[in-house]
């Protein structure tokens, strides 16, 4: 059973950058099987996934987030981290970190999920 775990500041200025992280438990972020995701949810709208980061390292980006965006891991402690820069109002959201056995850009296909935290970007 794969436990994911997020933490990060929840509240973050206009134009800072953003820092999560994802404990994971119950599987090793470098076994083959599993895909290991960021997903976010705004207030009134469906989950948006972000990016991934595979068992092997290799990254894939949502394309309209890319150039902000960057997901990497410490395999000696089983974490994988979101890196998000010049952040928005609208970058307001929770922030999940999933778990697939697909290499998957849809939030659907995760089926482990943390339970999330919430990140406010105010001045």
């Known amino acids: 059973q794969v436990q994911l775990q997020e933490s990060g500041p929840g509240l973050v200025k206009p134009s800072q950058t953003l820092s999560l992280t994802c404990a994971v438990a119950?599987?090793?972020?470098?076994?083959?099987?599993?895909?290991w995701s960021w997903i976010r949810q705004s207030p009134g709208k469906g989950p948006e996934w972000m990016g991934v980061i595979a068992y092997d390292g290799g990254t894939y980006y949502s394309p309209s987030l890319k150039s902000r965006t960057s997901i990497s891991r410490d395999n000696a402690v089983n974490t994988v981290y979101l890196q998000m820069n010049s952040l928005k109002p609208e970058d307001t959201a929770v922030y999940y970190c999933g778990a697939s056995n697909k290499y998957s850009n849809r939030a659907r296909d995760y089926n482990y999920w943390g339970q999330g935290t919430q990140v406010t970007v105010s001045s």
């Open positions: 119950g599987e090793a972020i470098t076994n083959y099987v599993y895909a």
